[in-house]
């Protein structure tokens, strides 16, 4: 009986190789261990205010963002449930990300090696060998490359209706040229993979909320290109698909806070869109700084940027989510003032 094959996952062109072995259904992996090493780390490269060896806290609610994609990954084959809610405390202790911003750099990393191989650890008992290399190397790459940041920008700018004005389709056209050949077999990846998807989703989840969080003058780097934060929220904003879904973004004012059956509602006033309607808040979906910034905005009666979803009907909306929070830049507060929102 042969003995199984090992193989050491340490740099981004062994996922890739692997990555081939397993579209081509290579017989070397029946039985195969994967070991990832120190590789890959969730790398974001950004450019902006208070970005030189400091964390400024808009982006804390999108780093937590990935830190849920990891649990849920791992309860999705633990416990069959892509949630967080059934980890327990100890297995989100393991499951950890330890971002680390370098003095005088504008560089968040965190390693993604040892999550990734406990994620493994419980995919392999639902997965053949070639399923769990596909899977496993697919999530390394799209988080661990700028291959797989490419491959999220073209798959945000697809789903998005085309908007010529939008400095970063040209940037992404550049992208898409340099990696056409890698974002090929990823997408063949995702289109072979059974959670292929769902990994997909997991990273659009967090990437979204990312570009969410960037001030409009903020840079995300990637490949050398850089992309302005104002493009990548208008592409980060999820489109309206249907004409009863509802997703807006822009300043606004909070008020009449209730408790009722759907949990904790404010309501929410957006000048620029003339849209006056409740939404719900989602303490467990929101981080502690969000919730704070609700608060604040409701307490001190000032405007907020907000994010929300949901459902309109015959004009009006029936349903929201706030999806995500921040505080306006000194240019969106002159902005509304000269608008006479103030």
């Given at each position: 009986?042969?003995?199984?094959?090992?193989?050491?996952?340490?740099?981004?062109?062994?996922?890739?190789?692997?990555?081939?072995?397993?579209?081509?259904?290579?017989?070397?992996?029946?039985?195969?261990?994967?070991?990832?090493?120190?590789?890959?780390?969730?790398?974001?490269?950004?450019?902006?205010?208070?970005?030189?060896?400091?964390?400024?806290?808009?982006?804390?609610?999108?780093?937590?963002?990935?830190?849920?994609?990891?649990?849920?990954?791992?309860?999705?084959?633990?416990?069959?449930?892509?949630?967080?809610?059934?980890?327990?405390?100890?297995?989100?202790?393991?499951?950890?990300?330890?971002?680390?911003?370098?003095?005088?750099?504008?560089?968040?990393?965190?390693?993604?090696?040892?999550?990734?191989?406990?994620?493994?650890?419980?995919?392999?008992?639902?997965?053949?060998?070639?399923?769990?290399?596909?899977?496993?190397?697919?999530?390394?790459?799209?988080?661990?490359?700028?291959?797989?940041?490419?491959?999220?920008?073209?798959?945000?700018?697809?789903?998005?209706?085309?908007?010529?004005?939008?400095?970063?389709?040209?940037?992404?056209?550049?992208?898409?040229?340099?990696?056409?050949?890698?974002?090929a077999m990823l997408i063949k990846a995702i289109a072979n993979s059974r959670v292929g998807k769902i990994a997909m989703e997991s990273v659009d989840e967090a990437n979204t909320r990312l570009a969410l969080?960037?001030?409009?003058?903020?840079?995300?780097?990637?490949?050398?290109?850089?992309?302005?934060?104002?493009?990548?929220?208008?592409?980060?904003?999820?489109?309206?698909?249907?004409?009863?879904?509802?997703?807006?973004?822009?300043?606004?004012?909070?008020?009449?806070?209730?408790?009722?059956?759907?949990?904790?509602?404010?309501?929410?006033?957006?000048?620029?869109?003339?849209?006056?309607?409740?939404?719900?808040?989602?303490?467990?979906?929101?981080?502690?700084?969000?919730?704070?910034?609700?608060?604040?905005?409701?307490?001190?009666?000032?405007?907020?940027?907000?994010?929300?979803?949901?459902?309109?009907?015959?004009?009006?909306?029936?349903?929201?989510?706030?999806?995500?929070?921040?505080?306006?830049?000194?240019?969106?507060?002159?902005?509304?003032?000269?608008?006479?929102?103030?």
């Amino acid at each position: 009986m042969a003995e199984p094959s090992f193989f050491m996952v340490k740099s981004e062109d062994d996922a890739w190789q692997l990555l081939e072995m397993a579209l081509r259904k290579d017989s070397r992996l029946q039985g195969a261990q994967l070991n990832f090493s120190n590789w890959p780390k969730l790398e974001i490269v950004l450019k902006g205010r208070d970005l030189e060896g400091t964390l400024p806290s808009r982006y804390l609610p999108a780093l937590q963002e990935y830190q849920e994609s990891v649990f849920k990954l791992y309860s999705l084959f633990r416990y069959r449930e892509y949630s967080v809610r059934r980890l327990k405390d100890a297995e989100k202790q393991e499951l950890e990300l330890v971002f680390k911003v370098e003095k005088g750099s504008s560089e968040f990393l965190a390693p993604f090696a040892e999550a990734l191989q406990k994620i493994g650890l419980e995919a392999a008992a639902r997965m053949n060998p070639q399923q769990l290399t596909i899977f496993l190397c697919l999530v390394a790459l799209l988080v661990g490359s700028g291959v797989g940041w490419a491959r999220w920008l073209k798959y945000k700018e697809d789903k998005n209706a085309k908007d010529s004005s939008n400095k970063a389709v040209d940037a992404i056209a550049k992208l898409a040229q340099e990696y056409a050949a890698r974002d090929a077999m990823l997408i063949k990846a995702i289109a072979n993979s059974r959670v292929g998807k769902i990994a997909m989703e997991s990273v659009d989840e967090a990437n979204t909320r990312l570009a969410l969080s960037m001030d409009p003058d903020d840079k995300l780097v990637v490949g050398g290109q850089k992309l302005e934060g104002s493009d990548l929220r208008k592409l980060a904003t999820a489109p309206r698909q249907n004409s009863d879904r509802f997703s807006e973004e822009g300043p606004a004012f909070l008020s009449s806070v209730e408790n009722n059956f759907k949990g904790v509602v404010v309501g929410v006033r957006m000048p620029s869109k003339d849209y006056t309607f409740f939404a719900k808040v989602d303490s467990t979906r929101l981080a502690q700084e969000e919730v704070n910034c609700i608060s604040q905005a409701i307490f001190k009666k000032k405007p907020i940027w907000i994010h929300v979803e949901g459902k309109v009907r015959h004009g009006k909306v029936t349903e929201a989510l706030v999806y995500s929070v921040r505080d306006l830049t000194q240019k969106e507060r002159k902005l509304l003032k000269e608008e006479g929102d103030d």
